[in-house]
């Protein structure tokens, strides 16, 4: 009798166990459940890209900068020359002495008008 009922109950507890993983592979299987973990492993892989991109790009400034300043001493030019100061030159003059051009003008300067 006893070897009947641990018979019985290890039947029971491996048919609940293999529905389990059963329904547990069905539901990964969805096509949500896909979509979601398409869209993971995307994120994934492009935070990875994203993050070597950057590095390379910081690795070749960093050698950029050597190679100037190698080159920079084996041609004698350490210090970069003085850059001029920015030149401004206003866009409208502030001459005030000929107002005869604003006067003349046929530009109407109504943004109301129709067009």
């Known amino acids: 009798m006893f070897r009947r009922t641990f018979w019985f109950s290890t039947g029971v507890a491996a048919g609940v166990w293999a529905t389990t993983k059963v329904n547990r592979k069905l539901r990964q299987l969805t096509p949500e459940s896909l979509a979601a973990t398409a869209a993971n492993k995307a994120l994934e892989t492009g935070q990875r890209l994203k993050d070597r991109a950057v590095g390379f790009a910081l690795d070749v400034r960093d050698n950029m900068a050597q190679r100037e300043a190698e080159l920079g001493e ?42």
């Not at 030019?77 to 005030?96: H, S």
């Open 74 to 115: 084996a041609l004698g030019i350490d210090a970069g020359p003085e850059l001029p100061a920015p030149r401004r030159y206003p866009a409208i003059g502030n001459d005030r002495s000929n107002p005869k051009y604003i006067e003349n003008t046929t530009y109407s300067y109504n943004r109301n008008e129709d067009h």
